[in-house]
């Protein structure tokens, strides 16, 4: 079974670049059946789709972030990134990395989530 | 951006008894290819959310079937059929038809 899990700083200075990593096991991030997707959840609110990247390297993102992020593949390390730009305090939030599957576009699998504070 | 809307909010239910959670998109989430891409996902304390149903009414993996989905177009359903303790969490619903993906603001699922 597939796992996934985040790494990062969990605290970041305002006006900074957010870095995560998403570690994938279990499959291999160079499948052509799905796309690989950043989820982020501000404490008590909902799910906020950031993007996702397909292993061509083709990328979809949220119009409301799109100038501020960078969603990257690594094959070697099967591994992926998001990168924030100019960060607020609104981007805190706890952030997941997960899978999409190609055909039905499910999100089937998701990591534990990182939780990344915004703060001087 | 298509607004998923989740009625109620809160749901307090009985141990056995049934539930329900409405999902209703601002706008038809029929894809050109034909498929609607409404999944429900299930989000325990403290937890990752968790695939249940995709593609309004298709159960994923080790779900108990005692959960289904239905409906068409802009109006969505989850139900349980007698719910356990274990099924207590937020449950969100999430439309991939079209960018960007979008999400039902969660419905909290307690026991009473």
């Not at chain 1, 990328?59 to 690594?74: A, E, F, G, M, Q």
């Not at chain 2, 209703?24 to 989430?29: C, K, P, T």
């Not at chain 2, 274990?86 to 960018?99: L, N």
């Not at chain 2, 960007?100 to 699922?109: A, S, V, W």
């Amino acid at each position: 079974q597939v796992q996934l899990q985040e790494s990062g700083p969990g605290l970041v200075k305002p006006s900074q670049t957010l870095s995560l990593t998403c570690a994938v096991s279990g499959g291999s991030i160079s499948s052509g059946s799905y796309f690989w997707s950043w989820i982020r959840q501000p404490a008590g609110k909902g799910l906020e789709w950031i993007g996702r990247i397909y292993i061509s390297g083709s990328t979809d993102y949220n119009p409301s972030l799109k100038s501020r992020v960078t969603i990257s593949l690594d094959t070697s390390k099967n591994q992926f990134s998001l990168k924030l730009s100019s960060v607020t305090a609104a981007d805190t939030a706890v952030y997941y990395c997960a899978r999409t599957h190609l055909g039905a576009l499910e999100i089937d699998y998701w990591g534990q989530g990182t939780l990344v504070t915004v703060s001087s | 951006d298509i607004v998923m809307t989740q009625t109620p909010l809160s749901s307090p239910v009985t141990l056995g008894q049934p539930a329900s959670i409405s999902c209703r998109s601002s706008q038809s989430l029929v894809h050109s290819d034909g498929n609607t891409y409404l999944s429900w996902l299930q989000q325990r304390p403290g937890q990752p959310p968790r695939l249940l149903i995709y593609k309004i009414s298709n159960r994923f993996s080790g779900v108990p079937d005692r959960f289904s989905g239905s409906g068409a177009g802009t109006d969505f359903t989850l139900k349980i059929s007698r719910v356990e303790a274990e099924d207590v969490g937020v449950y969100h619903c999430m439309q991939a038809t079209q960018f960007p993906y979008t999400f039902g603001q969660g419905t909290k699922l307690e026991i009473k």
